[in-house]
């Protein structure tokens, strides 16, 4: 019991540190995004299973046909070595699901419906709202609500813009333009604290969206990056997990939220 309290007061601690988000740690972010994305239109195949080995790609497609989800870290390097992230930390994950019977406009229309998203991807998303919308480019506005032993609540802007490369395929690519942390959430008293002056809980976010229509349903795959504080030396033991817990959360959360939406909406027909 005392080491469970010596632990929450540490983690207590950590969170109620303001961190300042630096030009170098933004510039050192841009460069990971640049060589991802890079690699994305490297001519690789178009699904990340697709890039495996036969038995390996056999098995994690026998896990999507089982309704299951397939989640994967991934890490960009620069000439073989990682690339450093100095005050800041990458979180870069890979998620695929399969949806049997259904269409990849049914995932669109869906992925692309942010006023609903509040209702679809509760209590993640606790707000959202449709700002503009220029042909398939979108933006819009979603409140995150990320808990974690403790709550951290975040206003954030976003730029999506969907393209139809081929025949049965889709892609979105997706920016946070804008993050915010919220103080003292839905009271009278609630702020936002200074863009890159707060926890440091989620500094940027983008994903990257591939829908392939094949074997009798849409496969959806979600590629996730995003940005957050550092840990302090002597607290990445405790901290780090937690800090990390997120975006691969988030990420399971997203995906296996859109595979069964589309599905019911599917048995509904």
């Known amino acids: 019991m005392l080491k469970t309290c010596t632990c929450l007061l540490l983690l207590l601690a950590v969170d109620a540190a303001a961190a300042d988000l630096q030009p170098r740690t933004v510039a050192a972010f841009d460069r990971y995004v640049r060589l991802t994305e890079t690699r994305m239109g ?31 870290p991934l890490t960009t390097y620069e000439s073989g070595r990682e690339i450093d992230i100095p005050d800041g930390l990458v979180h870069h994950w890979l998620g695929l699901a399969f949806v049997p019977g259904a269409s990849i406009d049914e995932a669109l229309a869906l992925l692309q419906d942010y006023n609903a998203h509040a209702t679809i991807y509760q209590p993640v998303v606790a707000r959202s709202k449709l700002i503009a919308k220029n042909g398939d480019t979108f933006r819009f506005y979603l409140r995150f609500a990320m808990k974690q032993i403790i709550t951290v ?30 103080e003292d959430p839905d009271t009278a008293g609630e702020r936002e604290l200074p863009v890159g002056r707060d926890g440091g809980y989620l500094w940027r976010l983008y994903t990257y969206w591939r829908l392939l229509e094949r074997d009798g349903g849409t496969y959806l795959q979600c590629e996730s990056i995003s940005l957050t504080r550092g840990i302090p030396t002597g607290f990445r033991w405790l901290v780090g997990p937690f800090v990390t817990s997120i975006p691969r959360e988030s990420l399971t959360f997203t995906l296996e939220t859109t595979r069964n939406r589309l599905a019911r909406q599917g048995a509904g027909r």
């Open 42 to 72: 490297g001519g690789a195949p178009f699904l990340w299973i697709d890039s495996l080995p036969p038995a390996r790609r056999q098995a994690r497609q026998d896990e999507l046909r089982r309704n299951m989800l397939v989640i994967e």
């Open 153 to 182: 609540v975040v206003n954030s802007d976003h730029e999506a813009r969907f393209t139809r490369p081929a025949r049965g395929r889709a892609e979105g690519r997706i920016r946070s333009t804008r993050i915010a942390e919220v």
